[in-house]
């Protein structure tokens, strides 16, 4: 089974500076999707980023991009120029490429980011 | 506009009883899914639902029912057997087997035990 790992539970940043926040899994597959997920105070879960593990190109989205290292299992997310908005709990999720119709998510822990003003 | 809406936001359980929390999504999506959320667990997959009336149990289905008899509404049952029910719940939709970028989560219901 896969499972997801994410060490620290809280971190803190300056606003306007970067952050990176670290996710490590485990699997067995050479095909995955990765993801990170943001759940502000509403606690509405939020698509922060995807990440394809057959595409060699870190993803990116505006302020967003990962480190993505298939041979570590590593896929952490940076966030440049922090805001206060980025206070949330951000998580790191894994889904298996070829489980079809019955595919799913499975999430780590979740890490608690604070934004200093 | 079109969304997932949870209620109640916020439900409180007697000892011994059932409660039903209620997920209905206007997106027109075929899959749905109900997660467990508590604190420093992360996301736990409860149940889910392909198509209309046939759902999966996922890893922690035990104290807990479904129907799926409407392509729009997924509730979700907290029964008596389930002996620590208190946590958030989130009910999530998506178009199709495919598409997990178009994964859409409601606002979430916090259930707690009087």
């Known amino acids: 089974a896969q499972t997801v790992t994410q060490s620290q539970p809280e971190m803190s940043v300056q606003e306007a500076e970067t952050v990176t926040l670290s996710c490590t899994y485990d699997?067995?597959?050479?095909?995955?999707?990765l993801f990170w997920y943001k759940q502000p105070p509403s606690r509405q879960m939020i698509l922060v980023i995807r990440?394809?593990?057959?595409?060699?190109q870190n993803a990116t989205e505006n302020r967003f991009s990962v480190n993505f290292q298939k041979a570590a299992k590593s896929f952490s997310l940076k966030i440049s120029d922090s805001q206060l908005g980025d206070a949330a709990m951000y998580f790191c999720a894994y889904r298996s490429f070829y489980t079809g119709a019955n595919s799913k998510l499975t999430f780590g822990k979740g890490i608690t980011l604070s934004v200093r003003p | 506009d079109g969304g997932i809406t949870q209620s109640p936001k916020y439900l409180f359980r007697k000892e011994g009883q059932n409660v039903t929390l209620s997920c209905e999504q206007n997106l027109n999506h075929d899959a749905m899914y109900w997660y467990r959320q508590d604190p420093g667990q992360g996301l736990r997959l409860i149940y889910y639902?392909?198509?209309?009336?046939?759902?999966q149990k996922g890893d922690i289905a035990e104290g807990y029912s479904v129907s799926r008899e409407k392509k729009e509404s997924f509730p979700l049952t907290v029964t008596s057997a389930q002996k620590n029910p208190t946590a958030f719940y989130l009910c999530?939709?998506?178009?199709?087997?495919?598409?997990?970028?178009?994964?859409?989560f409601g606002s979430g219901t916090q259930l707690s035990v009087l």
């Open positions: 999530a939709s998506k178009p199709s087997h495919r598409g997990w970028e178009k994964l859409f």
């Open positions: 699997t067995s597959e050479s095909d995955y999707y």
């Open positions: 639902s392909q198509i209309v009336n046939d759902f």
């Open positions: 990440q394809e593990a057959y595409k060699q």
